[in-house]
């Protein structure tokens, strides 16, 4: 017999966090997260967002203690003021090929959502848009991108066959990055820097990175103000998520523009970094396996990047401000070796996103999709 545990107790709490490394392995396109991360992120000692979330977990144990599936409820206020709406979020779903086994946990997280008001549930979504969210739903050969996430094929009919419906969809990309900077990116940069007074702000170190990043997360706050699933990041927020980023950066792929005009005010930035993932996947979540120096080393080696984040504000965007960052980010890559580039999930409605990847050869390799059901 399965039960379906609220996590209360420690123990409860590393079967949550450990299934997915169990039900993934031999799976060669899955990248496992950092287990230290994942307890952090339902830690609310040291998640910020427990300040304006209401959280809580189930784990489906057999009797002899074996997990066999997971699911979180999360009741995020900030979200459901600026949206104006009942919703609650299903969060971190994971579970063996079972449909009565679906069922049971996605009910669970349900009636705990409507003892809270809630109308809807939708998810996979997680604290924001920047945690795991969504069901794979192409894309099951390709690997995973740090910033990104792979589920598996199933769950999709899981969620459909509990009434959940479409809410929202985004698309991975992988870019080829040319030998040399296109005419048309160039060209609109030089504009960029002559008549347009935008400059180009590059750093020599994280630490450069490190004093500088909450400006440029507070770009990045205001500039995804109106895309699905985001709310406003106080500095708590803002710091939490740039700590997530900022052990594993190489300082040259970060690349910000300033406004001369504005008094040299930062209008626009790129984060990429050279891929880990296969460091990543030898340590298995283990951060104590992963050697230093061996990501060092992926690193400098690497022949592909991700782009983890990217924002422009308004008034730079009819300025050349993003073809600026792009040829700085194309000299850099082609410099080091790097041949291509993944993006992590882009929404399929943000029109800026998708006109800064049609400035590569690009191919949509992945999509991801989250659903919606009235409770």
């Not at 401000?321 to 792009?326: C, H, K, Q």
């Amino acid at each position: 017999m399965t039960a379906i545990i609220q996590v209360t107790t420690s123990q409860d709490a590393e079967s949550f966090i450990n299934l997915p490394y169990v039900l993934y392995r031999g799976d060669a396109h899955w990248v496992p997260p950092i287990r230290k991360a994942e307890r952090r992120l339902f830690d609310p000692a040291q998640n910020p967002a427990y300040r304006f979330c209401e959280v809580s977990r189930w784990v489906a144990l057999d009797d002899d203690g074996k997990c066999r599936g997971r699911v979180a409820a999360i009741v995020n206020h900030r979200w459901n003021d600026k949206t104006g709406s009942k919703t609650g979020r299903i969060s971190r779903f994971e579970a063996e090929d079972d449909p009565v086994l679906a069922h049971r946990l996605l009910q669970a997280a349900e009636l705990w959502l409507r003892a809270r008001g809630m109308e809807y549930a939708a998810g996979p979504l997680g604290f924001s848009n920047l945690d795991q969210q969504g069901l794979t739903v192409m894309g099951f050969d390709r690997m995973a991108a740090l910033g990104s996430s792979l589920t598996k094929p199933y769950y999709v009919e899981m969620f459909r066959h509990e009434g959940y419906e479409p809410l929202q969809d985004w698309n991975e990309y992988r870019l080829t990055v040319p030998f040399t900077v296109p005419p048309k990116v160039k060209a609109i940069a030089d504009a960029a820097r002559g008549r347009f007074g935008l400059r180009l702000r590059t750093f020599s170190s994280l630490d450069e990175v490190k004093k500088a990043a909450p400006v440029l997360m507070s770009l990045f706050d205001k500039n995804f103000e109106p895309l699905f699933g985001t709310y406003p990041f106080d500095e708590e927020m803002k710091q939490y998520y740039t700590s997530m980023f900022l052990d594993i950066l190489d300082h040259r792929l970060v690349v910000a523009v300033n406004d001369e005009q504005a008094g040299g005010k930062p209008v626009g930035f790129i984060v990429a970094m050279p891929s880990v993932v296969k460091p990543l996947r030898r340590a298995w979540g283990d951060i104590g396996l992963i050697d230093a120096t061996g990501v060092w080393m992926a690193m400098r080696r690497a022949t592909e990047a991700e782009i983890l984040l990217a924002a422009v504000s308004p008034e730079a965007r009819m300025r050349g401000a993003f073809s600026l960052l792009i040829e700085c980010l194309i000299e850099r890559m082609s410099a080091r070796g790097i041949r291509h580039v993944e993006t992590t999930a882009i929404l399929s409605n943000n029109d800026r996103a998708a006109s800064i990847v049609k400035e590569f050869t690009h191919e949509r390799h992945k999509q991801k999709m989250c659903f919606i059901k009235g409770i």
